[in-house]
């Protein structure tokens, strides 16, 4: 299958994970599940910078418009792909990513994967609920929903990681 | 110019992420002030119609639980519907004038049972003391005259009707034209005819003729009709006519009613006492 194509049709189903599933569940405690920062994750070495922006703004105006935040994913997002070539880079191998390999834990093991998961996901969330809460006075809630929401977040697209490794592996 | 373009290409990955952050930003600290932005919601239509979807699919979660407090909320609203409550106060209009004095007032009630093929019937109305029914009120409908107040609780009352056998109701009537006075009384048979009493052989009665009440006793006020003569027969061995009259009323599918007030009965009874008792 095309790279693009898949990707594609990546984007859509995540939209329609995010606002349709997971928009919907009031889990309590604050608790927020993203799946979106997965898709920015996945997305080829390959791809600079710049565009890779475009893309997280197009998937932030999306979930935008499906959950009525008026840009807070937007931001997020496209924090999280400016943040994310250099994140690889600084856990990166010596020789470079090798361009035939994806970003996923069954490429790149699953020790790389969530390190560096793990931190781009922190800052996407916490930056999603500073500005969300916007109030330095209530650092502790804005810390308390980053922290359950991120984690939470962090095993849901560790099984949707597994997912996709198994039907891969099935082909 | 040269050392602004080496800049731009130095840091335009900085500059993207600005731009595209401060459209988001900006987006977002201002969604309240410009309605424009609207349409970046879910109010737009595509977004609208997948969430639909989804509102198809997912809307049976919570059936059970949503009949459950609709049907809570039908009983809250149902007690409150005027249609299942107890008026207390009916619409009792009196007028004054200084010609001519008001001397009835009428209750409406609703015939709530009924029945018409026992020897004695009652039907039980929705108004009681509570609505001022006293026992001995006149009852009657647009049709025809219905019978009198036996008793009278505090919401609801029972009325013995002109389907009576037993003597205990008296209704005074005449025949309208001729101004023949009599008793109606009932022979328990067919709640479409009632009978006549009181009227002597010697006059002549005409078949059709009408019946109405007379006014006599303050019970009933004069003229509300009874029946009309559907047969006459002489009783033998009395100067006396049996008269049979079909009742302009059918009591059987009755359901409004009027229960009469009569506003001069203390004056008339307490004038009546008077009549010295050796007479």
Redesign the interface.
């Known amino acids: 299958m095309n790279v693009v194509y898949k990707h594609i049709i990546r984007f859509f189903v995540f939209v329609?994970l995010q606002?349709?599933v997971f928009n919907?569940l009031n889990i309590g405690f604050g608790i927020h599940l993203m799946v979106q920062p997965l898709f920015i994750m996945l997305l080829p070495f390959e791809l600079t910078?710049?565009p890779l922006?475009?893309i997280?703004?197009l998937m932030?105006?999306v979930i935008?418009?499906?959950?009525?935040?008026?840009?807070?994913n937007?931001?997020a997002l496209?924090?999280m792909a400016?943040l994310r070539p250099i994140v690889f880079k600084f856990y990166g191998p010596r020789e470079g990513y090798d361009p035939l390999k994806e970003p996923t834990s069954q490429d790149m093991g699953s020790n790389w994967f969530s390190v560096v998961y793990a931190i781009l996901l922190g800052l996407h969330t916490f930056w999603f609920f500073l500005?969300e809460i916007f109030e330095i006075g209530r650092l502790g809630f804005i810390l308390q929903k980053s922290i359950l929401s991120g984690g939470l977040s962090f095993l849901l697209a560790l099984l949707i990681q597994s997912f996709i490794l198994n039907s891969k592996q099935k082909k | 110019m040269r050392n602004l373009i080496a800049f731009l290409q130095r840091f335009?990955?900085?500059l993207?992420?600005a731009v595209?952050?401060i459209?988001?930003?900006?987006?977002?600290v201002t969604?309240l002030s410009f309605p424009r932005?609207q349409f970046?919601?879910?109010n737009?239509n595509i977004?609208i119609q997948?969430?639909e979807w989804?509102h198809d699919l997912?809307k049976h979660f919570n059936l059970s639980k949503n009949n459950t407090q609709l049907q809570w909320e039908n009983i809250y609203w149902r007690k409150r519907q005027p249609k299942f409550m107890y008026q207390l106060s009916r619409g009792k209009v009196k007028i004054n004038d200084t010609i001519f004095e008001q001397q009835y007032t009428y209750i409406p009630a609703e015939v709530i049972n009924s029945s018409v093929d026992r020897r004695n019937n009652y039907f039980t109305l929705n108004v009681g003391s509570a609505q001022g029914i006293k026992r001995g009120m006149g009852v009657f409908c647009q049709e025809g005259v219905v019978g009198v107040i036996h008793y009278a609780s505090k919401h609801y009352s029972l009325v013995k009707t002109v389907l009576t056998s037993d003597i205990n109701i008296d209704v005074n009537i005449h025949m309208k034209k001729s101004d023949l006075p009599g008793l109606l009384k009932w022979d328990g048979r067919d709640a479409r005819y009632g009978m006549i009493t009181g009227i002597n052989n010697d006059l002549r009665i005409k078949k059709w003729s009408k019946v109405e009440t007379r006014g006599g006793s303050g019970i009933f006020p004069k003229g509300i009709p009874v029946g009309k003569v559907s047969f006459t027969e002489p009783i033998e061995g009395q100067a006396l006519w049996k008269v049979e009259i079909r009742f302009t009323a059918d009591y059987r599918r009755l359901q409004r009613v009027y229960v009469i007030k009569n506003l001069h009965l203390a004056e008339q009874t307490a004038l009546e006492a008077r009549i010295p008792e050796d007479d």
Do not use: C
């Open positions: 329609f606002a349709l919907q910078v710049i922006m475009g997280a703004f932030g105006l935008d418009i499906f959950s009525n935040t008026y840009g807070l937007t931001s496209v924090l400016y500005l | 335009r990955i900085f993207v992420f595209l952050q459209l988001a930003l900006s987006w977002y969604y932005n970046l919601t879910t737009n977004a997948v969430l989804e997912t």
